[in-house]
Structure formats: structure tokens, C-alpha cells
């Protein structure tokens, strides 16, 4: 399973962002599928994550304002990131699996300016 997350950017605090992880096989059968990220000098966070295909959990940095979801037809995951923060700054992982967070996304960088 190869996975290609884009739409990553530059955007001003307030701003809104959505990145997009196309992943080559089949989603339907994902139990588990994620967005992590990973700020400079920080360790890798969740940001949100659905298990068992239908429980959708938010980190509390992002709880209200990002939004995961999914588009089986187009094996495509979603994340809408709206209220942006510099604190937000960050590369995003897409990952999935099956019983597990197994494949991984090269990331996408995300910068907010202030």
C-alpha cells in the first residue's frame, strides 16, 4: 500500500488548509486510518484518527476546528483544517491499516504564519 498526501502549505493564522492522502489500494477494508504530525523538535503527535472504520478521535490542539474524512470510491482521506494556528506548523502523515496504523505517507509540510 503506497500512500501520497498533498496539500500542504504557507497560510496566514485563521486561515484554513485541506490535505488529501490518496492511497493506491482499497480503503474500504482500512480498520484504522490517521493523520499524525510532526512540529520541529517536537515528537510526533495525533492529530485525528478513525478505528474500526467508523470512531473518528481528535487530538485536543485540534478538537473543533479539523475535520477527518473519507472518500471510499476515491480511496482518498481527507483532513480540513480550519482556524489555523502557528502552532499548527507541522509536516502531516496520512497513514492506514488493518488492525493497525501499518503504511505510512511521506508527509506534507503545513506552515502558519502569525
Known amino acids: 500500500v503506497q500512500l501520497q498526501a498533498c496539500g500542504g502549505g504557507s497560510v496566514q493564522a485563521g486561515g484554513s488548509l485541506r490535505l488529501s492522502c490518496k492511497v493506491s489500494?482499497?480503503?474500504?477494508?482500512?480498520?484504522?486510518m490517521a493523520w499524525y504530525r510532526q512540529a520541529p523538535g517536537k515528537q510526533r503527535e495525533m492529530v485525528a484518527i478513525i478505528r474500526s472504520g467508523d470512531t473518528t478521535s481528535y487530538g485536543e490542539a485540534v478538537k473543533g476546528r479539523f475535520t477527518f474524512s473519507r472518500d471510499d470510491a476515491e480511496n482518498t482521506v481527507y483532513l480540513q483544517m480550519n482556524e489555523l494556528k502557528p502552532e499548527d506548523t507541522a509536516v502531516y502523515y496520512c497513514?492506514?491499516?488493518?488492525?493497525?496504523?501499518?503504511?505510512w505517507g511521506r508527509g506534507t509540510l503545513v506552515t502558519v504564519s502569525s
Open positions: 489500494g482499497s480503503i474500504f477494508s482500512m480498520t484504522h
Open positions: 497513514g492506514v491499516g488493518r488492525g493497525r496504523l501499518s503504511d
